[in-house]
């Protein structure tokens, strides 16, 4: 696979992952909304995208630990 084609599919696999991260937190009842890709990494040259989560506050921070405790094994 050629960078650019690299490139793409890297793009493509974060966007598909903020989708999803964001309808499962939507399920567990919290919402980031500055869930998203950090602009800044997808303008280098041959990109590689960094998943941004973003600041919240600190009741979204609580609920987001207890849901990750629950889903713990």
């Given at each position: 696979?050629?960078?650019?084609?690299?490139?793409?599919?890297?793009?493509?696999?974060?966007?598909?992952?903020?989708?999803?991260?964001?309808?499962?937190?939507?399920?567990?009842?919290?919402?980031?909304?500055?869930?998203?890709?950090?602009?800044?990494?997808?303008?280098?040259?041959?990109p590689c995208p960094r998943i941004e989560l973003g600041g919240?506050?600190?009741?979204?921070a609580a609920r987001l630990a207890a849901a990750l405790r629950?889903?713990?094994?």
């Amino acid at each position: 696979m050629d960078g650019k084609h690299h490139a793409e599919a890297c793009i493509e696999h974060a966007e598909e992952t903020v989708k999803e991260l964001r309808a499962a937190l939507t399920e567990a009842g919290i919402a980031l909304p500055s869930l998203g890709i950090d602009p800044a990494t997808l303008a280098r040259e041959t990109p590689c995208p960094r998943i941004e989560l973003g600041g919240c506050s600190a009741d979204t921070a609580a609920r987001l630990a207890a849901a990750l405790r629950r889903a713990a094994p």
